[in-house]
């Protein structure tokens, strides 16, 4: 088990940037694939970024190619998105997971979650 915790959320206005940070307990994160969700309202959570367990390996959702960056820091036991360019549409609930599966595939029962913090662009 891993507890997960996330900041850095907030309002930003269209191309702006923001750093969202997940630190997690425990002295397990190094064997846990780690992944970036968002949920906006009336949607599916949806994966956002995912990042192997040596951060060699990362996956990006085409909407955020280009324009978002995922990072982990092992000593550190924290995982890092890097949003830049935001858009209306970036915004959402965003969700770091500590991944049962591997680091690209879809939301499934094994992962776990922190309570997330909101992301709003504004136009």
């Known amino acids: 088990q891993v507890q997960l915790v996330e900041s850095g959320g907030g309002l930003v206005q269209a191309g702006g940037s923001l750093r969202l940070s997940c630190a997690a307990s425990?002295?397990?994160?190094?064997?846990?694939?780690m992944g970036w969700f968002r949920q906006a309202p009336g949607k599916e959570r949806e994966l956002v970024a995912g990042?192997?367990?040596?951060?060699?390996?990362?996956y990006y959702v085409d909407a955020v190619k280009g324009r978002f960056t995922i990072s982990r820091d092992n000593t550190k036991n924290t995982v890092y998105l890097q949003m830049n360019s935001l858009k209306p549409e970036d915004t959402a609930v965003y969700y770091c997971?500590?991944?049962?599966?591997?680091?690209?595939?879809?939301?499934?029962?094994?992962?776990?979650w922190g309570q997330g913090t909101q992301v709003t662009v504004s136009s």
């Open positions: 997971a500590a991944r049962g599966g591997s680091y690209y595939s879809p939301p499934n029962e094994s992962d776990q």
């Open positions: 990042i192997s367990r040596t951060g060699i390996a990362t």
């Open positions: 425990g002295r397990t994160f190094s064997s846990y694939a």
